[in-house]
């Protein structure tokens, strides 16, 4: 299959050409070219990383560390690097990253442009607030560098700036240190919404990473069961088995083997997983961090048609109140989802002009598409834009103009500084009148 899709496999487009840039200097890249976009490894979920009919810029050879300043925890690096050749290097000197999100099969590029968020916004932020500078290649051929001393309204556009203001070959950024590769994990079983609450209330002043599995299959909403789970960096002298082998889907199905049935056993099976209410554990970083990443091309099971991550936040405001709403309204809807994740984000200013995280609460989705789905979710869309709540772009391959302004009313000052030569689908749908 051509790597040049996005996670979901929806939609489906393909570039005009792709090109790829191996030089930091390398300013004629944009010749002959109508509208461009950069491409790292393509685990955007939807059309944020493709373009219709244009050119992508592959950057996955500009995977060069240039400098890491052991002693005081900054990295400087190309940003075709991923975070898995990140913490290959970091880690074994006691450095992680600040902020990472499910997968480390991303460029750094990618995570800045995204403004990735992790289980620990609560108390770090977003991976935007640890960047200290990058270059930045316009289309006219400048090499601009940012930081929120140098252009530092650039540099606040290109963070959570969804690859439009140009490409970005270089970053700077710091790290975390921490005692060991394991953590201390406790797991804590919960039957409501409002005993998450509970839980999440008593866990975010003590534990860095915080986040939730989400069963919506069991029952009616006074029963929506899940498992909490709340970390902390640990010192350990003692080795945790790994295992190192991995699952591998070898092709995309030709049906989805997500349905109603297997959702309903895996949610069960996930549950019943832990006899307990609660355990701990002592668990390496990168079964706790990047689960999925144990599953080679698990997109490839949700088939052709492919999926649709839905992933919305909404204020702390009455959010217990506001997400049972929302939760009502996908029961009612007849959706089921084989993955669910709710956590919360804390009350950091906003990395980038166009950045998803803001204080709330957020919830994630996997759903298969099918028939009705794209008209049940532009439901879903107007209630959590009456909450004041907001969509993921990384995630989306469907909201609609009207949702995205609403959700991003920033988006007239992001507009003078977008590079006019760079664009994608997501930008072209979410711009139309």
């Not at 640990?234 to 092709?251: H, L, N, R, T, Y």
Request: glycine residues 6%.
């Amino acid at each position: 299959m051509n790597r040049y899709h996005s996670w979901g496999l929806y939609p489906k487009i393909s570039p005009k050409k792709v090109k790829k840039i191996f030089w930091r200097n390398e300013r004629s890249i944009f010749e002959n070219c109508n509208k461009v976009l950069p491409f790292g490894l393509g685990r955007s979920y939807g059309d944020v990383c493709l373009v219709d009919n244009g050119i992508l810029i592959d950057t996955t050879e500009l995977k060069h560390l240039i400098r890491f300043d052991q002693e005081n925890g900054i990295l400087h690096c190309e940003s075709g690097v991923t975070l898995e050749q990140i913490l290959k290097h970091i880690v074994p000197k006691g450095w992680f990253l600040p902020v990472t999100p499910g997968t480390k099969y991303i460029t750094v590029g990618g995570a800045i442009a995204n403004d990735v968020h992790g289980k620990n916004h609560h108390k770090a932020g977003s991976f935007g607030h640890y960047v200290k500078s990058f270059d930045l290649l316009r289309s006219d051929g400048s090499i601009v560098h940012c930081s929120p001393e140098e252009n530092p309204e650039l540099f606040q556009a290109t963070i959570g700036g969804l690859g439009l203001t140009g490409l970005i070959l270089n970053a700077e950024f710091t790290l975390k240190k921490i005692p060991s590769e394991y953590l201390y994990l406790q797991t804590i079983k919960f039957k409501s919404i409002s005993e998450f609450f509970e839980i999440n209330d008593a866990s975010e002043k003590n534990f860095e990473y915080t986040v939730a599995w989400v069963d919506l299959t069991n029952g009616s909403l006074n029963s929506v069961r899940g498992i909490y789970q709340r970390a902390n960096h640990f010192f350990s002298d003692q080795s945790v088995k790994q295992k190192k082998s991995k699952i591998s889907i070898p092709f995309v199905l030709p049906f989805s083997l997500i349905n109603n049935l297997s959702i309903f056993i895996f949610n069960a099976l996930y549950y019943s997983k832990q006899f307990d209410k609660y355990a701990e554990h002592i668990i390496h970083y990168d079964p706790f961090f990047y689960p999925l990443d144990g599953v080679n091309n698990w997109n490839y099971l949700y088939g052709r048609k492919g999926f649709l991550q839905y992933q919305f936040v909404i204020p702390k405001d009455n959010c217990e109140r506001n997400l049972l709403t929302i939760l009502n309204e996908i029961k009612k809807l007849g959706l089921s989802s084989f993955l669910t994740v709710l956590k919360t984000f804390g009350n950091k200013p906003k990395a980038g002009i166009l950045s998803f995280p803001r204080e709330g609460l957020t919830l994630a989705i996997d759903f298969p598409i099918t028939q009705d789905i794209f008209q049940k979710l532009n439901k879903l869309d107007s209630t959590v834009v009456d909450f004041g709540g907001a969509l993921y772009p990384a995630k989306d391959a469907r909201m609609s103009s009207k949702i995205f302004h609403e959700s991003y009313p920033e988006v007239n000052n992001f507009l003078q500084f977008k590079d006019p030569l760079f664009n994608s689908a997501f930008w072209e749908r979410v711009m139309s009148c």
